[in-house]
């Protein structure tokens, strides 16, 4: 059984650019959430994604986008880049249902400049 | 969001028991209590979670109050891989995890 994976590992973007990143879920999740962590900082939920829906959001605007796809692999999408969205995204995979444990991939270290 | 109150940091010597806590005196009756820890360099790992009895699994023990307003994750023999970061998160029908700054424990040889 294969974990959950991202790619890329690291990434370098310019102000103002557009940036795509990728999730692997584990096998058998039907729930993708993503998260941003700043450096020093705990994650920060950005979106959930059960079936193909976003189901549920957090303080983040618009230009943060996502795909869940049928294989269950997913996609944060970023427009218009700012130096704060310079941080660690990290993707989870579960099984819906509150009480369940979420899997976390090892994350893309995104930098703006 | 309930929230949960964590101190900054902790320390405690390899092979020794360790008592993390946590308070979360806002806690609803359908909120779950999950802790998860992060490595340095490494995305959060599920440690455990429970609502309302303790809880044991192979890598630590949740001891729940009665009242559910506070909650400790109990490792029992500490080791140098167990330093990171413990986060200590309710988690409520979205399943949103919100983190706190978490509790930095740190174990000495």
């Known amino acids: 059984e294969t974990g959950v994976t991202q790619s890329p590992t690291h990434l370098i973007k310019t102000r103002g650019q557009q940036v795509t990143l990728r999730c692997s879920s584990q096998?058998?999740?039907?729930?993708v959430s993503w998260y941003q962590q700043a450096l020093g900082q705990g994650p920060q939920f950005i979106f959930q994604?059960?079936?193909?829906?976003?189901?549920g959001r957090g303080n983040f605007p618009p230009r943060f986008s996502g795909l869940q796809f049928p294989n269950y692999s997913s996609e944060l999408n970023v427009n218009a880049l700012e130096l704060d969205d310079s941080a660690l995204y990290l993707c989870?995979?579960?099984?819906?249902?509150?009480?369940?444990?979420?899997?976390f991939g090892p994350g893309t270290r995104l930098t703006v400049l | 969001d309930a929230k949960t109150t964590q101190p900054n940091s902790m320390e405690s010597n390899e092979e020794e028991p360790v008592h993390l806590p946590c308070n979360h005196s806002t806690i609803s009756g359908t909120d779950y209590i999950h802790w998860y820890r992060q490595l340095p360099s490494q995305g959060p790992e599920y440690v455990i979670h429970?609502?309302?009895s303790n809880v044991n699994n192979r890598m630590a023990s949740l001891a729940i109050a009665e009242d559910r307003k506070s909650s400790t994750l109990i490792l029992h023999r500490a080791t140098l891989r167990d330093a990171a970061v413990y986060y200590c998160i309710l988690v409520g029908a979205n399943s949103k995890l919100t983190f706190g700054k978490g509790i930095t424990l740190s174990v000495r040889p």
């Open positions: 989870a995979s579960s099984i819906r249902d509150f009480y369940n444990e979420q899997f």
């Open positions: 994604y059960y079936r193909e829906e976003e189901n």
């Open positions: 096998s058998g999740h039907n729930t």
């Open positions: 429970g609502l309302t």
